[in-house]
């Protein structure tokens, strides 16, 4: 059964800092992972996709990484802004025609002004 | 066009109540899942809808469970004699046959029992 860790569950940072959000995975024979956003009270954001035959994604001030033999995911995010702050959840997508995604826990992240 | 509609946002019901969630997927949406998100559980898969097959139903965690998705479009949720422990979020999520990976959520709704 593929499980899916995120720690730690909560971080917080001074505005500017430059961060690393880790997303780790138990089952390596997947299809592709996603990392999400979610604000307070609200569903969740897809914010970068990679492929299983992919290494990386970028979009603007987000960079995601994935190392499918290891088991990782990383997201990165430059020059964090007070916006920045929700809850990270990245969700991995097996093989096959099911698409349902296992999620983390998520990391609840927030930078402070 | 518009995303992913959820109602009720929120619903507030006595123990051993039916409640029933609406979903409406984006217009042209084949795929339709849903999950819940309790808290310290995080997001769990529900139940999936892809076309006219048959639906994956392996995440539903008993049998007052049930959806239904009619005419491709709209699902409705249905919890019979709802217990505390199903007070959780539910959210409903939809994607696009032709290519995308990409599952666009809803707003979900806020499900209390008490």
């Known amino acids: 059964k593929q499980e899916v860790t995120q720690i730690p569950a909560a971080l917080s940072v001074p505005e500017g800092e430059n961060l690393v959000l880790n997303c780790s995975f138990t089952d390596s024979a997947i299809y592709n992972l996603q990392w999400f956003r979610q604000d307070p009270g609200k569903g969740l954001t897809s914010l970068l996709l990679?492929?299983?035959?992919?290494r990386e994604q970028t979009s603007g001030r987000l960079n995601a990484s994935l190392d499918k033999s290891s088991g990782r995911s990383t997201l990165y995010i430059a020059a964090s802004q007070p916006g920045d702050s929700a809850t990270y959840l990245c969700a991995v997508r097996p093989y096959g025609a099911n698409s349902k995604l296992t999620f983390g826990k998520g990391i609840t992240l927030s930078v402070r002004p | 066009g518009a995303g992913v509609s959820q109602s009720p946002s929120n619903k507030v019901t006595e123990k051993g109540k039916d409640v029933e969630l609406r979903c409406d997927p984006i217009?042209?949406?084949?795929?339709l899942y849903w999950y819940r998100q309790s808290l310290g559980q995080g997001l769990e898969f529900l139940i999936y809808f892809q076309g006219n097959s048959a639906p994956d139903k392996s995440g539903l965690p008993s049998d007052r469970f049930s959806a239904e998705r009619t005419g491709g479009s709209v699902s409705t949720l249905t919890i019979q004699r709802t217990q505390q422990e199903d007070s959780a979020v539910y959210l409903c999520?939809?994607?696009?046959?032709?290519?995308?990976?990409?599952?666009?959520f809803g707003p979900g709704t806020r499900l209390l029992v008490l």
């Open positions: 217009s042209g949406h084949t795929a």
């Open positions: 990679i492929q299983s035959s992919q």
């Open positions: 999520a939809s994607r696009s046959r032709a290519g995308s990976e990409t599952q666009y």
